[in-house]
């Protein structure tokens, strides 16, 4: 088996590149997924670094009360503290796949590189998909990309609500005129559209520069200068309005097209983790991608793992990667484990299987039993104890029953008393303590 601890070597683009999303179509697959994965989590350690020293108590912390600003750090923080630290791969090598089956993400796909990627990477599929099968019905659509942008501010809070009214009156117009047969415009020409909002900062002019990338499907081309007027109509600060044609590769089909616009709300790579803090304070909860006409209702699953094929006929090499965070980040293979295929053939020969047409747990209750005979005559034997069934609560005698109910309830009444006399941050760590308790006993 190969060893496949090698270092990768970290981008300086990191998560900013294009079509991160993306699996290589070189033969290494695998080997450049988990380059992409060390990268994408590198970029996110150093956010979570940046949170830790944000959430600081001042020296006097006991009578302290932590500002707001504090308290979202910390929240945030150690939410990227347990992301992605671990992944769980399933190489089927009977087939030649390696399939991403476990791991943890935070879900701050605006704060998170790492969960941003993953997040990416099932949206740019599930679009595609749908792409093609609109495509096939109707093949005279023609596929487009658009950008739409609005006049550059200081102000991202601002800025951000004004491109996304701008672009709902856009679309709220090509609705009315579906519905009423009145008020057109070339935005009307769009068959079914797939979008997401992006924001990026110019560190020379201290702006904000936010903008909508979309993937369109056209019944007729759009005339670029009606829609130019149409647009500056809407917005009143920006004529700019750019429409590019989109052709089909061999390999990828649409998929770059739409990583285009399945690519982070942020571009990670291009911003300091301050300006991504204070994009993500600002950006948070709204909805920044979206779809309308013959691409609506794509949705991305809950479950970002890979589809996995069917294990009980397939054996697998189970492969566990830790992230190791330093210069230069890498998930090191830390164990492998060889799982064979679970026939169904096999598990009824271990449960049925039969020695004279008894069972082979007959037979063993047979053979104890005559060695407890065997015993008994001469030294006495002993025997590892035997794991004793759970009494059913109808074996349960009426006094033992009365008895437990009463400690039970001597129990509740000691615990209200003691949470009336503890402060409310000791619930939590007495709630566990309890649970536990009651575990052992």
Known sequence: MRNDNKKPLLSEALAGVDNKGLQSALADKHRDRITRFGILKHRSKQQENFLWTLAKFKENYPIDTPNEETVKALKSAQKLNGCGNFLLFKNFYTIDQTKLAKFHVCNQHLLCPFCAGIRASKAIQKYTERVDEV?????????????????????????SAHLIKSLRTLIKRRQDYNKKGRGFNEFCKINGAMYSYEN??????????????????????????????????????????????????????????AAEVCKYALKFGELTVENTWEAFKVLKGKRLSGAFGSLYGVKIPENLADYMPDEKDLPYLEMLYKFVFGKQSYYNLEMTRHVEPHSKDNDDEAVQREEGGRSDLAINEERNGAERKEGSHGATQRTAPQCKRKKQHWQVSPYTRVRVKKRIKRWDSDWVVLRMRMPDFMDIYIDKLLSRYLEVC
């Open 200 to 257: 990026t900062y110019n560190e020379q002019t201290k702006e904000w520069h936010p903008h909508v990338h979309m993937f369109a499907l056209l019944d007729d081309w759009i005339d670029q200068e009606h829609l130019r007027e149409t647009w500056h109509e809407i917005t009143g600060d920006s004529f700019i309005v750019d429409i590019r044609k989109v052709k089909k590769e061999k390999d990828f089909g649409y998929a770059k097209a």
């Open 135 to 159: 495509l096939k019905q109707n093949r005279k659509l023609k596929p487009v990309l658009i950008t739409l942008t609005v006049k550059n501010g200081t102000d991202l809070s601002e800025r």
